[in-house]
């Protein structure tokens, strides 16, 4: 994997999980890239033969012009996180957001199909969800963020189903997703609550993508209100997954690799 910083990255301790859960001879180390750099990591990809790369932050877009193909959804998205070989071709894809949808039917059994859905938030993260409950049948997709030319280009993503709303839209949500930083611990916003607890409906799924702390002040007073709720290890393993797939063609070992991430984390 590349990314700046990378040195507490999560994603090689998953992946070493799931190569030897299926007994792969493989490995996974993260490299430290420079901003602006991007390019030439995909490029050492190709003369190092390496088999699969993740990207995090600050290259998740400067890699697209290095890179001989994309997947629709990294093409819509402008933002690549897992790079794989097409016979000789490179191929660039986003997995974020498909991986919170796999995390929500492995631990919930839950499908977005149908569903009405909301995100709190319109940047990288909440892009790449707003894309994939648009692809994955979504009945409604409702973009809620504090700056409102960026919630009408997100819900864009979620084409026919995705349009701006506000916290009113909440409580008609099956599915809430928190995709600001609020509740990260060791930022202005550590105390703060994406939404009030009493906005969200008592049946509803909600996930907040933060997962540190493991229980934010807002995962914490939905428990306290009895609604389902999950962290953000959900989505980081199953975009981990994913990437797995992409990259060895064997299936991932999910239980595994979220093992693995609770191990780290507690
Ligand atoms: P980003 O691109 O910087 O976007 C942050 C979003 O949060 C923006 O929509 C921003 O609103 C909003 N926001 C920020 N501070 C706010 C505040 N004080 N009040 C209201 N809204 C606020 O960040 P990102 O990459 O999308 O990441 C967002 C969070 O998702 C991260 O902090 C991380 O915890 C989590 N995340 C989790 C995973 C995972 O795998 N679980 C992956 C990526 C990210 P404006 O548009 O108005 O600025």
Known sequence: MIGHPVAHSLSPAIHRAAFEATGLDWTC?????????????????????????????PHKSAVIPALDDLSDVAQALGAVNCISWDGPRLVGDNTDGAGLLTSLRNDLAYDVADRRCAVIGAG????????????????????INRSSDRAAAAAALAGRSGRVGSLADLNAASLVINATPL??????????????????????????LVYHPLVT???????????????GVGMLVGQASLAFERWTGVAAPYAAMLSAVEAQLD
């Not at 993260?30 to 990207?55: E, N, P």
């Not at 060791?186 to 607890?197: E, I, N």
């Not at 002040?217 to 962290?231: C, E, F, H, K, S």
């Open 217 to 231: 002040p807002w995962i914490d007073a939905l428990r306290q209100r009895g609604v389902t709720v999950r962290n």
């Open 29 to 57: 180390v993260a490299f430290d890239v420079a901003a602006g750099h991007g390019g030439d990591a995909v490029s050492a990809m190709r003369t190092l033969g390496l088999a699969g790369l993740s990207v995090t932050m």
């Open 124 to 143: 990288g993260a909440a892009r790449s969800v707003i894309a994939a409950l648009g692809a994955a049948g979504a009945s409604e997709v409702v973009v």
């Open 183 to 208: 509740g990260m611990a060791g930022t202005d916003g550590a105390a703060a609550l994406p939404a009030p607890v009493e906005a969200v409906d008592a049946d509803a799924v909600v996930v907040d």
